[in-house]
């Protein structure tokens, strides 16, 4: 049987197999503080979208592909980063990733224009493919599975943390406006961090790699990215293009490229026993069916935050800084429950510890749509708060749990590997489900603008009759504010203004009048717009838990309780 610590250490030999490093808990503490800088870098950036724009005179376009261009780089190479790992040391490819990711940040907060940040996004979504599969991957072979479950409730903690510090953090940055520099300290923040990072890397993570020479195989590299480029491009720029044909032709155009690359692993596998993903890791049930849960549950997160945040900041108003404040009781039920599930629960209950997680969960879901329909447009935080603190309690009862399901089976010659494919299935969840609820949600949002302007209508007549229109000239401005909610709701990009909102007509009025209906038709644009986000809002509610629902089925086809079949250990 192989030793847990099967890693390859300087001046010993690859086939070393040592006892556990005493600095390993220093070294998790190092290579989760890098996990932590790149999920907060995922939702910092979507708090200054506005803030960049305005400054760089970027189109809709371009502030669109900021983010694609991270989220697109970064799924595309991150199996070739786990495996690059497993190669030639995963201390050596985190250190690489993270100097780069630094750099590339430094890049962001200097950009001069749009096409310079855009291709600087793209830089560091390449170096963090390099960097984040080695976290696990480092995490897996430095500590024995008696303490993986600890590490795994640790992730799940910062990945909690990190997940609702986003806004906090890119909130305060940037209405603080330290030195002046507006948007650009929420980049250029990493560059300590990163230099920090490196110096505490080389100094307690110890080097490992597979213990046996592998070959990077480079045709893999090739088909899997190939694969992937066809699939996640048209799911992260797809309704922004208006889902043209090609998009759809390329996703179905992925699935022959994936099967060649199943192909040709196997045989790459017969032939020098060096392939870019090691296809066995499939045949273990806890690995296989733990992808296809990660998948389904990643996408109904991700459709979850997304809504979440435009319905906290578009519907309601609130800052990114209120809406993050908001967000800190979901973020502490998240580290709580991470930390009890997988140290108490776990060894009690095994694998009903993901399926309660995921009931705990989709019931926190159904609460918050309740509170939402219950108190309306003017919901405050502290009325969120009891199903922010389920939900929280359900994801940490069930993410870290499923995390050390998946990778209990695998050999530490393969944990780069399968930190990669952990990974790229994690950012694959998150483009279908933002692809999937970017079509309902905003369908939802066109369909429920008709009765969110009716709600609407009568506070603006009564503004508008007392400010003396009645009649057919008041029946004119109602039939024309129902048209403009319509078509603002079904604007792909919010900064044009739909001909049906012109308000032209209005300079036929004497000048105190015209500003007095102005300000009426505001008023009644803001009531139904927050109606609309609200309705639209709770309806996504129900379908995530919905979604979670399915989770909760597909959790029992898991093994009950998962042996390492590599140490021959229980873990739980």
């Keep these: ?44 950036v979507n708090v ?5 724009q305005d400054e760089l005179g970027a189109s809709y376009a371009s502030v669109q592909w900021i983010a694609a261009a991270y989220a697109l780089s970064f799924a595309v190479v991150l199996i070739t980063g786990g495996r690059l790992g497993d190669i030639f040391g995963r201390r050596r490819l985190f250190v690489i990733g993270m100097a780069g990711f630094t750099f590339a940040s430094l890049l962001c907060g200097v950009a001069t224009g749009p096409g310079m940040l855009i291709g600087a996004r793209a830089f560091q979504g390449l170096m963090a493919a390099i960097m984040v ?8 072979v430095s500590f024995p599975p008696s303490e993986r479950g600890k590490v795994f409730g640790m992730y799940g903690a910062v990945a909690g943390m990190a997940a609702i510090s986003g806004p906090i953090v890119g909130g305060l940055l940037i209405q603080g406006d330290v030195f002046g520099w507006g948007w650009r300290p929420i980049f250029l923040v990493n560059i300590p961090v990163g230099i920090l990072g490196i110096v505490a890397t080389l100094m307690f993570v110890r080097e490992s790699k597979a213990p046996h020479a592998l070959k990077l195989d480079l045709v893999g590299v090739g088909l899997v990215t190939s694969g992937l480029l ?47 993903v090691e296809l066995g890791l499939f045949r273990a049930r806890s690995f296989s069916v733990g992808m296809v849960v990660l998948l389904l549950f990643q996408g109904c997160m991700a459709a979850f935050f997304l809504t979440w945040s435009l319905y906290q900041q578009l519907g309601l108003g609130w800052s990114p800084l209120h809406a993050g404040l908001a967000g800190v009781p979901f973020s502490l039920g998240v580290s709580v429950a991470a930390g009890l599930s997988i140290q108490f629960l776990v060894p009690r209950l095994g694998r009903n510890v993901l399926s309660l997680g995921a009931l705990v969960l989709a ?26 603190v389920v939900m929280g309690l359900g994801m940490g009862l069930l993410l870290p749990p499923l995390a050390d399901t998946v990778l209990s089976g695998v050999a530490p010659k393969d944990a780069g590997s399968a930190s990669g494919v952990l990974n790229a299935v994690n950012q694959l969840g998150n483009a279908i489900g933002i692809a999937v609820v970017g079509v309902v949600f905003f369908g939802l949002m066109t369909a429920q603008s008709g009765p969110a302007a009716a709600k609407a209508v009568p506070d603006l007549r009564r503004d508008l009759a007392a400010v003396g229109i009645v009649g057919r000239d ?11 909610v319509h078509d603002r709701s079904s604007e792909q990009d919010p900064a044009v203004v739909p001909a049906s909102c012109d308000d032209s007509k209005l300079k036929s009025l004497p000048q105190p009048m015209q500003d007095q209906v102005r300000t009426a038709v505001n008023n009644a644009g803001i009531t139904a ?44």
């Design 1 to 44: 049987m192989a030793n847990t610590m099967d890693v390859a250490i300087p001046g010993t030999g690859d086939d070393a197999s040592p006892e556990p490093d005493r600095k390993r808990w220093i070294a998790l503490a190092v290579v989760l503080t890098a996990g932590f800088m790149d999920l907060l870098d995922v939702t910092i």
């Design 363 to 388: 019931g926190g879901l159904v609460a918050y749509a309740w509170a939402v329909d219950h108190f309306g447009i003017g919901i405050s935080a502290w009325e969120m708060l009891i199903p922010l």
């Design 133 to 140: 599969p080695q976290i696990l991957a480092i995490a897996h």
């Design 48 to 52: 200054a979208i506005p803030a960049i």
């Design 474 to 484: 008041q029946d004119v401005l109602v039939k024309a504010f129902r048209a403009c």
């Design 529 to 572: 717009g927050a109606t609309d986000f609200a309705r639209s809002f709770q309806r996504n509610l129900y379908g995530v838990a919905g979604g979670l629902g399915l989770v909760f089925v597909l959790i029992l086809a898991l093994p009950k309780r998962v042996e390492n079949v590599h140490e021959g250990v229980h873990v739980g």
């Design 230 to 276: 066809m699939l996640v491009y048209p799911l992260v720029q797809g309704r922004e293009l208006g889902w043209p044909w090609w998009t759809f032709a390329l996703m179905i155009g992925s699935l022959p490229v994936f099967a060649v690359f199943v192909g040709y692993e196997h045989r790459k596998t017969r032939r020098d026993g060096s392939p870019l």
